[in-house]
């Protein structure tokens, strides 16, 4: 019931964020790249924080925000490093070939990169198979 309940949050979620899995690039809203949160912060102290407006930084197009100088500064020397994987959108979603918004409070940092899910929910799910997961994300974004 979960999965069928999640495929159709998924497939209204497409329609309301208008992107498909080709051109997907930064999940973005109005608060900024992943909600306006610092990705530094998954790294740095283990969880989620939001970024100030005042500390920013324009990356593939997108703003991000960072609660401190030195958190944006770590940012800068390597993107790649503390940027989500798949662009910021839901690492079940793209599993399942979908780009997919997220909740920055539904994450997980595996083998030094972060992934983010659509919900907590949604997260249980993916935690139950990260690895496998992981891999058809993987193929599915590289498409």
């Given at each position: 019931?979960?999965?069928?309940?999640?495929?159709?949050?998924?497939?209204?979620?497409?329609?309301?964020?208008?992107?498909?899995?080709?051109?997907?690039?930064?999940?973005?809203?109005?608060?900024?790249?992943?909600?306006?949160?610092?990705?530094?912060?998954?790294?740095?102290?283990?969880?989620?924080?939001?970024?100030?407006?005042?500390?920013?930084?324009?990356?593939?197009?997108?703003?991000w925000y960072f609660?401190?100088?030195?958190?944006?500064?770590?940012?800068?020397?390597?993107?790649?490093?503390?940027?989500?994987?798949?662009?910021?959108?839901?690492?079940?979603?793209?599993?399942?070939?979908?780009?997919?918004?997220?909740?920055?409070?539904?994450?997980?940092?595996?083998?030094?990169?972060?992934?983010?899910?659509?919900?907590?929910?949604?997260?249980?799910?993916?935690?139950?198979?990260?690895?496998?997961?992981?891999?058809?994300?993987?193929?599915?974004?590289?498409?």
């Open positions: 019931m979960k999965k069928i309940i999640f495929s159709i949050v998924m497939l209204i979620s497409l329609g309301l964020n208008a992107q498909t899995p080709k051109d997907a690039k930064i999940y973005t809203n109005k608060e900024g790249a992943i909600k306006g949160y610092d990705p530094v912060s998954y790294f740095t102290v283990s969880k989620p924080e939001k970024g100030q407006k005042t500390i920013s930084y324009l990356w593939e197009g997108s703003t609660v401190s100088e030195s958190n944006k500064k770590l940012f800068i020397a390597n993107p790649m490093k503390y940027a989500p994987q798949y662009g910021g959108y839901c690492a079940y979603g793209w599993a399942k070939g979908y780009a997919v918004k997220i909740e920055p409070d539904a994450w997980a940092v595996v083998d030094g990169k972060l992934y983010l899910n659509y919900n907590k929910s949604v997260q249980k799910d993916w935690d139950k198979d990260r690895a496998g997961y992981i891999k058809k994300a993987d193929i599915n974004y590289s498409k």
